[in-house]
């Protein structure tokens, strides 16, 4: 069973120019081999809305410094330091690595994370993930054998911390 896909590349507009080779994009897909945890983690991130915007993807070669935001999923499987502010989905793939602060919709940790996770719906800590930072989402899964270094809330919506805000504890 083949582990991949190959899709050619849309064909060029015709012109006088000479042609260049054509190129094929190769996508990788899971074998039977993955994991329940991971599989979640994709079906959630398949039901979650689509921005226009598509996935981009910071490949396991690069090393990035910089900031990403804006609309679309985003996926990073090499090494970046920034701050990325999405619309849409965010994962870090096993063995990449993240240090800056994490805002999207839906995050999956599947590598390291230093930083600071805030106002996801979801956050999917698979089994290789490790956060060092706060996590402040709706809800959050956690997979046996992931790690974490910090603080964490899941479960409260505005309407809920608004009655927290200046309350204090009778003494």
């Not at 090393?63 to 090494?79: C, L, N, P, S």
């Not at 690595?97 to 919709?105: D, I, Y």
């Not at 959050?140 to 009655?163: N, Y």
Request: glycine share 14%; no cysteine; proline share 6%.
């Amino acid at each position: 069973m083949a582990l991949w896909k190959e899709t050619p590349a849309p064909a060029p507009a015709p012109s006088a120019a000479p042609a260049a080779p054509s190129t094929t994009v190769t996508e990788l897909h899971k074998g039977p081999h993955s994991s329940a945890q991971d599989n979640d983690a994709t079906r959630r991130l398949a039901s979650a809305p689509k921005p226009a915007g598509g996935e981009s993807v910071i490949a396991a070669e690069l090393t990035i410094e910089g900031k990403i935001q804006g609309g679309g999923d985003v996926r990073i499987a090499g090494r970046f330091k920034g701050d990325v502010s999405v619309d849409g989905n965010f994962r870090i793939d096993a063995g990449a690595r993240l240090e800056g602060q994490v805002k999207a919709s839906v995050v999956v940790v599947g590598g390291e994370l230093q930083g600071n996770i805030d106002a996801a719906k979801h956050v999917d800590v698979l089994s290789s993930g490790v956060i060092v930072g706060d996590v402040k989402a709706a809800s959050i899964t956690v997979a046996a054998g992931s790690r974490m270094r910090g603080h964490v809330e899941f479960g409260w919506d505005d309407k809920h911390g608004a009655g927290l805000k200046g309350a204090t504890r009778p003494v």
